[in-house]
């Protein structure tokens, strides 16, 4: 596609409901990195799928959060049991080649609350 | 802990005024630096970047950074302020050696007063 898509763009749910966020990167990255930015925060990493190896997890808050990127395309950020301070944008990205640090494209956004 | 550091949470300049956006790294290795602009209800935008070579890039809108590997900073300037760039201002790295994921700092929030 031309760009970054994710879906929904806007999510409102109860707390303690599953939610399901999806990313479509943009055809051929092979980067593709999740991120939380809530109210007055900045962007704090979550989780980053390079390629064919094993992603890095390291930034998922708890393990309510998990993550899968299938085919090495269109990746699916599920949260489980959702808590009121799960609120907050959910910004998808992607990048050409992997882990050499060129321009990452961001997709606009989920935003989640938690009600 | 490695990080990258933006020590102005927010910044305010007049229109016409020139302007610094101050961004930190503690990485040991080389990184890979960027800086992005998120304006309100829009997505994020890839100013510039620094790779190698020249440590002075130029970016979109009329924007610069300057890599000083001496100090571990990667400072954004413009020489004059129109009221559009008011937005939020990422710094983020690269840092190959650890994971090649990219981090970002906090966030500058720079507004523009006429």
């Known amino acids: 596609g031309a760009g970054v898509s994710q879906s929904p763009s806007n999510k409102v749910t109860e707390k303690g409901k599953d939610v399901e966020l999806r990313c479509d990167p943009i055809?051929?990255?092979?980067?593709l990195y999740w991120y939380r930015q809530s109210l007055g925060q900045g962007l704090e990493f979550l989780i980053y799928f390079q390629g064919n190896s094993a992603p890095d997890k390291s930034g998922l808050p708890s393990d309510r959060f998990s993550a899968e990127r299938t085919g090495g395309s269109v990746s699916t950020l599920t949260i489980q049991r959702t808590q009121q301070e799960d609120s907050a944008v959910y910004l998808c990205?992607?990048?050409?080649?992997?882990?050499?640090?060129?321009?990452?494209?961001f997709g606009q956004g989920t935003r989640l609350t938690v009600v | 802990a490695q990080s990258v550091t933006q020590p102005d949470i927010h910044i305010t300049v007049s229109e016409g005024a020139s302007l610094e956006l101050r961004c930190n790294y503690s990485y040991g290795a080389t990184p890979y630096l960027f800086w992005y602009v998120q304006s309100p209800g829009q997505g994020l935008q890839l100013l510039l970047k620094y790779f190698s070579g020249d440590t002075l890039v130029q970016g979109i809108k009329g924007f610069e950074a300057e890599f000083k590997r001496s100090q571990s900073s990667f400072n954004l300037r413009k020489p004059s302020v129109h009221w559009s760039d008011a937005a939020e201002y990422f710094c983020?790295?690269?840092?190959?050696?650890?994971?090649?994921?990219?981090?970002f700092g906090a966030g500058t929030i720079l507004r523009v007063k006429s």
């Open positions: 055809s051929g990255h092979t980067a």
């Open positions: 983020a790295v690269v840092v190959m050696e650890y994971g090649n994921k990219l981090v």
């Open positions: 990205a992607s990048s050409l080649v992997e882990g050499i640090g060129t321009e990452a494209f």
